[in-house]
């Protein structure tokens, strides 16, 4: 039974008829999300264990993880039993029919070729919220990865977003328009040019109140950025 992942925002796991699949650790989710987002890729286990237990001894932190891994494949056994493959050196997440919404992105944002403004739409929803913004574990190189990792795919989001933006624009398509702007803004709350092609969609098609209320929103949200400044 194949299962889907959302790490965007999550991480949330559901099988294939919806049922939640939940986790018993944090750190179980978090090493599911670290392997499902290099999904296919061999991780040595000392790269592992630098990232979630980096404060144990090496064979505290390797102990640690065989615990964790067993963990992790009894709470998935019931759902997709063989995807967690281990060896002595190497751990990795293999089941490439899962869906993984991060790799589903990347697959888009990665690709060499002209994008058909369809496929930035689904790049662009399927980025709905940061990396994991739903977990944290202490553990500062496990929070610096995400961090690290989560800047590269709001970039790409951001990136194929203004694209579509400006293809709405140029094609007349005012709702259209509306959406992506508004989707933009929830990514980065200070994007001056979301802000700005969206206060003109409400000015052009007669909504001045939402077009001043969204000028005032773009002014707040920069005065905000620039207090949190260092000085």
Not at 87 to 93: E, G, N, Q, S
Not at 197 to 202: G, Q
Request: glycine letters at 4%; proline letters at 4%.
């Amino acid at each position: 039974m194949a299962l889907n992942l959302q790490l965007f925002g999550g991480p949330r796991i559901h099988s294939e008829d919806g049922t939640d699949v939940k986790l018993p650790t944090k750190r179980s989710a978090g090493l599911l999300a670290y392997l499902a987002d290099h999904c296919g890729e061999l991780i040595s286990r000392e790269r592992i264990t630098e990232l979630f237990w980096p404060r144990r001894q090496p064979e505290q932190a390797r102990a640690s993880l065989r615990q964790e891994l067993a963990v992790l494949r009894k709470a998935l056994a019931p759902f997709d039993a063989d995807s967690i493959y281990a060896d002595r050196k190497v751990v990795a997440y293999t089941n490439r029919e899962t869906f993984i919404d991060s790799q589903q992105f990347r697959a888009i944002a990665d690709t060499d070729e002209d994008l058909e403004i369809e496929q930035k739409m689904q790049a662009l929803a399927l980025y709905r919220q940061p990396l994991l913004k739903d977990l944290s574990i202490r553990s500062q190189p496990f929070e610096d990865w995400v961090w690290s990792r989560d800047q590269v795919y709001q970039q790409s989001a951001l990136s194929l977003g203004l694209q579509a933006l400006h293809h709405w624009r140029d094609a007349g398509m005012v709702d259209k328009v509306i959406q992506v702007a508004r989707q933009l803004i929830h990514i980065e709350p200070c994007h001056e040019a979301a802000h700005r092609i969206l206060t003109e969609a409400y000015w052009q098609n007669g909504h001045t109140n939402l077009a001043l209320r969204q000028f005032q929103a773009c002014q707040d949200a920069l005065q905000r950025m620039m207090a949190k400044a260092p000085a």
